[in-house]
Nanobody, 128 residues
Framework: QVQPVESGGGSVQAGGSLRLSCVHSPDTFVNVNRCVAWFRQTPGKEREGVAGIYTGNGGARYADSVEGRFTLSQDKAEHTVYLQMNSLKPEDTAMYYC???????????????????WGQGTQVTVSS
């Protein structure tokens, strides 16, 4: 299977916004309901879950650190999930990864081991 493909990273000043995109199933021509999640990682730290969305109904979950600032949305026809990031902080600086799994996100949506398909990542840098 083809892995997810992320885009939209870049550099921005604190308080700014970015929108990341993830084409989560580029090789799929039918809609299979999945949990698509964003994770982030900085050097020397463990990868952490940022947000996850269930493509079946658009229900989303967020890490406490981004709740109210980040918003997930999707274009089902394009198999694409968007992460709108507002009010960015320097601590949001990280490599952001998109991952997918078949099924619902559930309360353990941020458990990395559940995800078998990962993108290559896109860098987000927030300067103060």
């Amino acid at each position: 299977q083809v892995q997810p493909v992320e885009s939209g990273g870049g550099s921005v000043q604190a308080g700014g916004s970015l929108r990341l995109s993830c084409v989560h199933s580029p090789d799929t021509f039918v809609n299979v309901n999945r949990c698509v999640a964003w994770f982030r990682q900085t050097p020397g730290k463990e990868r952490e879950g940022v947000a996850g969305i269930y493509t079946g109904n658009g229900g989303a979950r967020y890490a406490d650190s981004v709740e109210g600032r980040f918003t997930l949305s999707q274009d089902k026809a394009e198999h694409t999930v968007y992460l709108q990031m507002n009010s960015l902080k320097p601590e949001d600086t990280a490599m952001y990864y998109c991952a997918r799994l078949i099924g619902t996100c559930g309360y353990d949506w941020s458990s990395q081991g559940r995800y078998k398909s990962w993108g290559q990542g896109t860098q987000v840098t927030v300067s103060s």
